[in-house]
């Protein structure tokens, strides 16, 4: 249990209510700029989530009852302005259960393990490809010895790594769609969950090995695999898709209201769906490679596009908050 904020979340609360109104004022009489305004509401958001949540933080060991705020995604591709953002925001908000949202970027590996290796619990975000998981979990380890080094108690450091789902599914139905032949169709809404299960066997491989026991030994937290983008965006698939066909010990799963509603109205949970699956699920990404979709070009773009995505809500943001601190200045003179 715990909840996740993001850039389009907070645009459309400031932009579509009033519930700011009084933050805006008085933020615009003070004169600051519009990124001052959003860090300070932001902020203020985050620290009275994760004081709501912080008895399930408590009462389950710090594994739930988490908030995750997002570092400025402008940052994406510059490893130490994400360290330093990161660092603020944690000062900022300065709860135990908060969660910082560091972007899977190149570049956003590097800051993932320094920001790990500060103490600071983050939730890695936009993974795509196995491979990508893959050093999203190196980062992760790496910045749990740079801790351990420093003397870090590595129990209070916590991670989730946010695996995306259905947004692979979009991309590549939308390839085999332009194909149109009958062994297309028959792969339509399987490459997503293919593509998670088969990360979650990466999961277990680095999770077993010998560099994790290690620091478990110290008190270490496994980096939970988290599988985001969860709402199905094709109404030719059960609303539960993504929740019902990745259920495996040790996952989080962030649906999006909608789903969250559907699943507990008719959700069909079997218990583990993910392991055993592993043979079928590299056999259907096998299928696509045949077909002539490219894997890696798919995540690449995907990635790409996330980054985009979250620049374009951020100067949405930005936009919206600007609005509203000019509306509320006071009058000159």
Not at 261 to 272: L, Y
């Amino acid at each position: 249990m715990g909840v996740t904020t993001n850039p389009t979340i907070f645009q459309k609360a400031i932009s579509q209510g009033d519930g700011y109104e009084q933050q805006l004022s008085d933020l615009a009489s003070r004169g600051v700029t519009v990124d001052e305004a959003i860090r300070m509401i932001t902020t203020a958001d985050v620290r009275d989530a994760a004081d709501i949540l912080r008895p399930v933080f408590d009462a389950t060991d710090g594994q739930d009852g988490r908030v995750s705020i997002e570092v400025d995604p402008r940052l994406a591709h510059n490893a130490r302005a994400t360290v330093a953002e990161a660092r603020q925001l944690a000062w900022l908000v300065d709860r135990p259960n908060t969660l910082i949202k560091i972007p899977a970027t190149k570049a956003g590996l590097p800051a993932i393990t320094e920001t790990i290796a500060s103490g600071i619990s983050v939730n890695v975000t936009l993974i795509f490809s196995i491979e990508r998981y893959r050093a999203v979990m190196d980062a992760y380890l790496s910045g749990l010895e740079k801790a351990r080094a420093k003397g870090l108690d590595l129990s209070k450091i916590h991670s989730v790594a946010s695996f995306f789902v259905s947004r692979v599914d979009t991309e590549i139905d939308r390839r085999l769609d332009a194909l149109g032949t009958d062994e297309a169709k028959a792969l339509r809404g399987k490459a997503g969950v293919a593509n998670a299960r088969l990360a979650y066997q990466a999961y277990e491989e680095v999770f077993a090995s010998d560099r994790w026991s290690a620091l478990e030994r110290e008190g270490a937290n496994r980096q939970r695999p988290l599988w985001a983008s969860t709402g199905v965006k094709d109404k030719a698939y059960r609303d539960t898709l993504y929740v019902e066909e990745l259920v495996a010990p040790n996952t989080v799963n962030t649906m999006p209201e909608a789903t969250l509603m559907a699943t507990e109205e008719h959700g069909e949970i079997r218990g583990d769906t993910v392991r055993g699956t592993y043979g079928q699920a590299r056999a259907d990404l096998d299928a696509l490679e045949k077909l002539g979709i490219s894997y890696d070009e798919v995540v690449q773009l995907l990635e790409d596009e996330g980054v985009e995505k979250f620049e374009a809500s951020w100067n949405d943001l930005l936009k919206s908050t600007e609005a509203e601190l000019e509306r509320l200045a006071p009058a000159k003179g």
